[in-house]
């Protein structure tokens, strides 16, 4: 027994007023994830996210599957949010394959996008509210969400793993009487999150408590590449949806909401902002939806890309930009599939923005950087 | 055969039942016996008019229950039963339970869900019998490294602690457990114990959630105790009595409450803080520290802090209503007993009783209590309301709070105090 460590080990010297917490993967203010804290009495000193708990190679995966059977497992990484995770990669299949999609199910993809965007922020509002104590700030969300889930049970038969896009348009066509049902309930929804405001967003003592926390800066909210709410709360008015019109976006009319404050407080101001944006879009594009049509083209058994071919796609999910980067060589599957998610790139902004932090502050700094740990493991 | 106990037979069953009933005839004969005649020679039997108490006589009173009532009213009049039953322990407990149902069910209302549902025919009535039957189930795990006897003790001592604040409450005129002339001072006693056992639960762990949530438990107690004693001072001059039976009855005419707002206001909020409640529960706050002190706490001796925070919850609750609310005092509600059953009633040919030992309690005890639980219950309610609404602060927000403004405000109700006092307007030879 020697005491000599394995190469590319190093003992670390610590001074003896600095306490190192494991936060997580066992810990209910984590998730599937770490975060190695080192405190000095109240104030974190250094902090070191460890993903990679829940990484189960989706990607690899992809390359085993055809373009049809991928849709299912593609979505797990953010099941709340599956919608918006499939999206990139069956507009780059379309492309890949050469598939014309109809206008209705243009229209039919954003609604159900939307919805699933808001499902995803209500689940992620919630943990926010729970991760400040905040008992009643879980309960509520939890309970609305469910209004938006019976809508995608509606319409596409799954209450959380849809897998309703396809290449070609979307699954199934709407059941009959949807859009009324459609806009009555998000309708109540946007009535009822506009209430959240007089219970949280108003609360003076979580104004107290979040603002001027975790402040990330607009400059270097572009330098760690951060996306979605995170960079839209420092200032950028940056939106993919209205930068990069994909679907029927173009034809939509899009408000992007900015802070210009960056904390994180704003941080979690811009995704309920963002609901109650979605709402709007949702309205319109009911309005605009031609109510007849085909919503899938027919796709042949099987379908192969032309030869050596790559594309790369991204959509703005409910955590940022989500892109999909696909690379055919003319078989029936693709030779590449590649994610780029935005929640690994918020989490790069995670350890600066604790550094010096109070230890009270780490888990509403780290959840409000919109951060889904399976997405980032993939 | 039974696929469960394929080797169960029932005559074996039997037969080993009777070989246990012969063990304990044996341990019954020869050790229970001798105990309970060795009991009986050392212990005077009280004479109840005029009867010595014989086991014979206590099977006579099964066939005339008016002749057990002297001796229960004697039962009552004991140190065990206050301390056991009524304005103690038992009492409190009870009063406990009824919050934790109260609060879990209150927040569910306030939160859209039903909360406690299934358990119990009605509304989950016996949720906490079951919550209570799985922890005294669960195994208790201890830390290896532990510090094994102040670990074990550490629950113990806290519901121990919380227990001898709830002996200072008094719930009605002469119904209190310790009636103490320096009562005030002794609960502040008593509260200063919280802090040191909790630190002790902490440390002995040895493990680092739960020494961070003891340090923050520290530092939130220690630093609310002093507007804590401060928002009292105001009350404590104005009675000129630290006997708080004595500052319960100062209040028959008006509760303090109406003279020092502002101390009544100060001593609510310290008392969220020191009962670790929404927005104060630091030292528990999950998602940043687990479970703050509680974390290696598994089993009863979970169970036993939670009852130990509860009892604390109605005692400082009682605190409130006795300093600032008027304690037991309140509109006669409670009708006076029917002279009638006194001399006994006339049902057709037969007359039932007398009954020499009733009324059991007399009215203005019934009144009293009647009003301190009314009361105890508002208070707990507004204790608890905090918890739907606020998100948790921080601990810096909180020494700010408690070190600058809540002291400061303490001292401006002492000096409103001072100004009624010696504007002769309230306080001894005052008003009342």
Known sequence: ?378 | MSAIAPNFKLSEFIKSLLDNIFWVVLLVVLIGLPAIMMILFVIEMPVINGDLLTPFLALTWLADPSRILPVVKAFMATDIFKVMAFPGFGFAALIAAGTIFVERKMMAKLQLRVGPFYCGKVEGILQLMGDGLKLISKEIIIPAKADKPIFWAAPVLFVATAAAFVAFIPVAPGWVVADVELGLLGVFAVIGFFPIVTILSAWSANSKFPFIGGIRALFQMVSFEIPLILSLLGVVMLTGSLNLSEIAASQSSFPWIVFLPIGAIVFFITMLAELERIPFDLPEAESEIVAGWLTELSGMMYGLVQLGTYLKLYAFAGLFVVLFLGGWNGPMVVPPFPAELLEGVEMGPVTVGPFPGLPLFDQEMLNGALWFVLKTVAVIFFIILPRGVFPRIRVDMLLNLGWTKLIGLAFVNIFIALGLLYAGVLGPGGLQ
């Open chain 1, 1 to 378: 027994m020697t005491n000599e460590l394995p190469p590319g080990l190093a003992l670390q010297k610590v001074d003896e007023r600095i306490m190192t917490l494991n936060v997580g993967p066992q810990h209910p203010g984590s998730g599937h994830m770490r975060i190695i804290v080192q405190i000095d009495g109240d104030y974190i000193v250094a902090c070191d996210p460890d993903p990679g708990y829940v990484h189960r190679g989706e990607e690899k995966m992809a390359e085993y599957r055809n373009y049809i059977t991928n849709i299912p497992h593609l979505e797990r990484p953010v099941i709340h949010d599956s919608c918006n995770v499939l999206y990139p990669y069956v507009l780059g299949a379309e492309e890949l394959l050469g598939i014309e999609v109809p206008e209705r199910a243009k229209y039919v993809r954003v609604i159900a996008s939307e919805l699933n965007r808001c499902i995803y922020i209500m689940y992620w509002l919630a943990i926010y509210g729970i991760f400040l104590g905040h008992s009643t700030m879980f309960m509520w969300p939890a309970g609305d969400r469910e209004l938006l889930i019976d809508l995608m049970e509606k319409m596409t038969g799954a209450r959380v793993t849809h897998a309703h896009f396809v290449p070609g348009g979307v699954r199934n066509d709407l059941p009959p009487n949807f859009e009324d049902v459609c806009l009555r309930q998000v309708n109540y929804f946007e009535k009822r999150i506009k209430e959240y405001a007089a219970v949280f967003y108003d609360n003076p003592i979580l104004i107290a408590r979040t603002q001027d926390t975790g402040v990330l800066s607009r400059q270097d909210a572009i330098r760690y590449g951060t996306t979605g709410s995170v960079l839209r709360a420092s200032g950028v008015d940056y939106d993919l949806r209205k930068k990069e019109p994909y679907d029927v976006y173009d034809e939509l009319d899009i408000h992007t909401n900015v802070m210009k404050e960056g904390d994180s407080y704003a941080r979690s101001r811009i995704p309920w902002l963002d609901m109650i944006e979605s709402c709007n879009i949702i309205r319109q594009a009911l309005q605009k939806m031609p109510k007849s049509g085909s919503v899938r083209t027919k796709l042949k058994p099987n379908p192969k890309g032309k030869g050596l071919d790559s594309v790369y796609k991204r959509v703005e999910s409910g955590r940022g930009s989500l892109g999909c980067y696909i690379v055919s060589d003319g078989k029936p599957e693709p030779y590449r599939v590649k994610l780029s998610v935005p929640s690994f790139r918020n989490l790069i902004a995670l350890p600066n923005l604790l550094r010096g932090e109070k230890l009270g502050n780490m888990p509403s700094v780290y959840w409000s950087l919109n951060y889904w740990p399976v997405e980032a493991d993939r």
